[in-house]
């Protein structure tokens, strides 16, 4: 099973930009701080290359450029830049197996986007719209409320036509559990004119009624919708996954580890849910195996989707494909030997989780 699962395509139904400046150390090792503390740095006398992610990126991200696995990082970071960020994208971003990326283009900052990275990685890419960014856009150029609420209705039609998902990033599960119909006409109006008397040009949406609202726009147009967990419990999205139950949307739950059985819970438990595989196997390294077995206890097969959630780094995307392959093959391997589980068949789920069932979500 391990050459089973090292053969398999991959689609990577999510990840963000890749950047294009060349990286310090200090800079480098922003982007392996745990999911938690995006941006935190490390405690004095500390770093973040001793993680479960920075030791995954040393052991497979070397070899890929010339050198022997688990090298130092100041001699890793110095043949990256004697070959130069497009060089090292390129090699790295070909050595993952990947042969779609999604890529929520809604960061901001100097991020490569879908036809860079297709280009680089010789993929296809495909775009998935943040929510929130449209909004800001939509609201820096509508005077009046009246204004704002017809077009954001019409940057969601408009986008749609051409993107592959919509995402939101926005922490809205308490309002969702509160609230989770969509809401009223004279509630959202009311919300729109608050918002637009006191905002700036840029300034990010963060009224829960307006966020709620956008979400149900989204998931009038039929593309699937990813909702961003970080580190609050999937569960307290239950409410909005019962409302939206029978529509024609999946909601696709993103970066639920550490709470991935909650997640695996939720997708197992109504139709349109599906459970993001990223991080949870991406960050944990060389105990990715054995989160990957939890989550298989309690997800249906067809309702978990591989992405490596990489944001910056190409050397994420490695990381988040090597360890999917490997923990896959770990597992799967040890059931097929043990007996419980036919070869042909886990074969088959190494194919679903890997690529099948985001083509089948995506309509790729």
Same mark, same amino acid.
């Given at each position: ?10 689609? &990577? ?10 990286? =310090? ?24 290359? &001793? ?16 050198? !022997? ?19 090292? =994208? ?7 197996? /990947? ?6 283009? #809604? ?16 993929? &296809? ?61 004279? !509630? ?18 963060? @009224? ?6 956008? *979400?149900? /726009?989204?998931?009038?147009? #039929? ?11 999937? *569960? ?39 459970? @993001? ?7 944990? #390294? ?10 298989? $206890? ?16 190409? $050397?994420?995307?490695?990381? #988040?494909?090597?360890?999917?392959? !490997? ?6 391997? %040890?059931?097929?030997? !043990? ?5 042909? %068949?886990? $074969? ?17």
């Amino acid at each position: 099973m391990i050459d089973v699962a090292s053969a398999v395509h991959l689609v &990577d139904h999510y990840c963000q930009g890749v950047l294009r400046t060349e990286l =310090g150390l200090g800079t480098f090792e922003a982007h392996l701080a745990p999911a938690a503390a995006p941006s935190a740095p490390p405690a004095t006398g500390t770093t973040f290359f &001793d993680t479960q992610t920075g030791f995954a990126v040393r052991r497979w991200c070397p070899p890929l450029l010339g050198l !022997e696995p688990h090298c130092p990082p100041a001699r890793y970071l110095a043949r990256r830049r004697e070959l130069g960020v497009l060089e090292a =994208g390129r090699r790295l971003l070909r050595g993952t197996g /990947i042969t779609t990326y999604l890529v929520d283009t #809604g960061r901001p900052g100097d991020f490569a986007g879908p036809p860079e990275i297709a280009a680089a990685g010789a993929a &296809d890419a495909r775009e998935i719209v943040r929510l929130e960014l449209l909004a800001e856009q939509v609201a820096d150029t509508s005077g009046t409320v009246e204004a704002l609420l017809t077009n954001l209705a019409e940057a969601v039609h408009g986008a749609a036509a051409s993107a592959v998902a919509f995402t939101c990033v926005a922490a809205v599960h308490e309002s969702l559990a509160e609230a989770p119909e969509p809401p009223g006409a004279g !509630e959202v109006r009311g919300a729109a004119g608050r918002w637009l008397a006191v905002r700036h040009a840029g300034d990010p949406i963060d @009224d829960p009624v307006l966020l709620r609202h956008l *979400l149900w /726009i989204a998931v009038a147009s #039929g593309l699937p919708l990813q909702l961003h967990v970080g580190v609050r419990d999937p *569960l307290l999205l239950a409410p909005f996954a019962a409302a939206t139950a029978g529509l024609g949307t999946d909601v696709v739950l993103l970066h639920g580890y550490p709470y991935h059985r909650s997640a695996a819970h939720l997708a197992g438990a109504h139709p349109h849910v599906y459970a @993001d595989l990223g991080p949870a196997i991406a960050r944990t #390294g060389a105990r990715a195996a054995a989160v990957l077995a939890e989550i298989l $206890e309690l997800a249906p097969f067809g309702k978990l989707l591989f992405s490596s959630g990489a944001q910056g780094l190409p $050397e994420m995307h490695v990381v #988040g494909a090597r360890i999917f392959r !490997e923990a896959v093959g770990r597992v799967l391997g %040890d059931w097929v030997a !043990e007996g419980a589980w036919a070869r042909a %068949d886990a $074969e088959r789920v190494a194919t679903m989780l890997a690529s099948g069932n985001a083509r089948r979500v995506y309509g790729l």
